[in-house]
Each structure stands twice: as C-alpha cells, then as structure tokens.
C-alpha cells in the first residue's frame, strides 16, 4: 500500500512589522525549504487593481481582478533578491509601499478574492517543505501545518522597524504617520469577518519586541528542530 507523503508546512502568522519576512525567509533559507509571501499575493491583486482604475470597493470587478492577475515569484539577477511580475510587470519596488499595504488589507476583507488565492498558495506546498509567512495560513490556509508560529511585537518597535526599512529604500515617510498607519490596518486586519489575524489554537506564539532578529530566527527554528 502507497502513503501519500505529506509535505511538512512551517506558518509563520502576524501582524505587519512583527518581523516575519525577514524570519521566513531566514528560516526557509536554513531549511532549504520553499517560501511563500502570501501578503504579496495581496498586494499585487491590490496593485494591479488600482492600475487597472477599479474601485477597490467594487467586489465583482475586485474579484475578477483577482481571479485573472498573474502573479510569479522569481529571482533577481543577483539571486540576492525576490522579484515579483504582476501580469509581466516588475512590481517589486511598488508593492513594498505603504499605499499598496493599505490596498492590499481592503481588498483582502472581501471574501471571494481571498478565495481565489487559496489554490494559488496551497500550490506553494511541494517537498521538501514550506514556510508561509501571512495573516491565515495556520488558520485557514494550512490548518494541518505540522508547525505554526505567531510573531508580534508592539505596534511602536513595528513602526521603527518598517521606519527603518523605508527609509533605507530611500522613501519619505514619518514615524508617527506610520504608526497610525500600522495601528489602522491591525484593526481592520482583525475585525474582518473572514480570516481575521488571530493565532491559530495550536500556534507557539514569540513576541520579539526588543528581541534582535537571529534570536527570533532561534525561536522559530527551534519549534521545527527542537
Ligand atoms: O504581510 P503584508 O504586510 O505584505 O500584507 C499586506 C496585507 O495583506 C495585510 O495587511 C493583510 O490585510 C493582507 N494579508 C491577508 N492575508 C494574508 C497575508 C496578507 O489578509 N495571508
């Protein structure tokens, strides 16, 4: 009798600036698993809905933005980098911006664009494994994760860090503007009806305010290689 082999699943869930990219990558680096930034998926439905001129309160036109954008991960030149194409477009640079933030956590309330981006991101499971790094991947994404992390921090070190990183991009921004900005898209991230950010039951959570970055990376190694 053949075993279906089941592909192990690390989520690493929280709210913006709690330091998840960096650690999902980090982790997923140190693993050799695949890697996948679902907040970019949003992003790029948001992204290519406002280029498009939709009203982003327009659910049917949302959704069926969602449905046909193509969206591919693939790596820089330099292979130090991350490039995402929305419809053959280079968006990186633009999807980092706090604007495509805001647009991507409104259209990510609606519930039939969440739904097509599930087989999108439940694709992203191939061997030897996967670190999803959202808002819902223990919840709703991979329920059946064997590992779940939840990382927060508070909304004032998340803002000096997204201050930090901003700025080394070279864009204009303040830290209490951002802070208000974080604050805003928290609540709207957590009171929506579908998939609210909330740790799933089984999560180990790590709050890394304060915490330098290869201690958190330690925290999430060490629920997948205790
Ligand atoms: O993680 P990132 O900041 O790139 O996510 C952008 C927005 O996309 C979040 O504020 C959230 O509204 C939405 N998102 C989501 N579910 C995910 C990932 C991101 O709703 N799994």
Known sequence: MTRA??????????????GKGTVSRLVAERLGWRL?????LYRA????????GLDLS????VTRCAESTRIRFQPSVDGQDTRVLVNGHDATDELRTETAGAAASAI???????????????GFRKAPGL???????????FPDAAYKVFLTASAAERAKRRYKQLKEKGLSVTLSGLQREIEAR???????????????ADAVLVDTTGMPID??????????RP
């Open 5 to 18: 082999v089941v592909v192990p699943v690390l989520t690493i869930d929280g709210p913006s600036g709690s």
């Open 36 to 40: 996948l930034d679902s907040g970019a």
């Open 45 to 52: 439905v948001g992204y290519a809905a406002g280029a498009a």
């Open 58 to 61: 327009d659910v049917d036109a």
């Open 108 to 122: 990510a309330s609606i519930p039939s664009v969440r739904q097509a981006l599930v087989d999108l991101q439940l």
């Open 131 to 141: 670190v999803a790094d959202g808002r819902d991947m223990g919840t709703v994404i």
């Open 186 to 200: 928290d609540a709207r991230d957590a009171s929506r009806a579908v998939a609210p950010l909330k740790p799933a």
């Open 215 to 224: 201690e958190v990376v330690a925290n999430v190694f060490a629920v997948v």
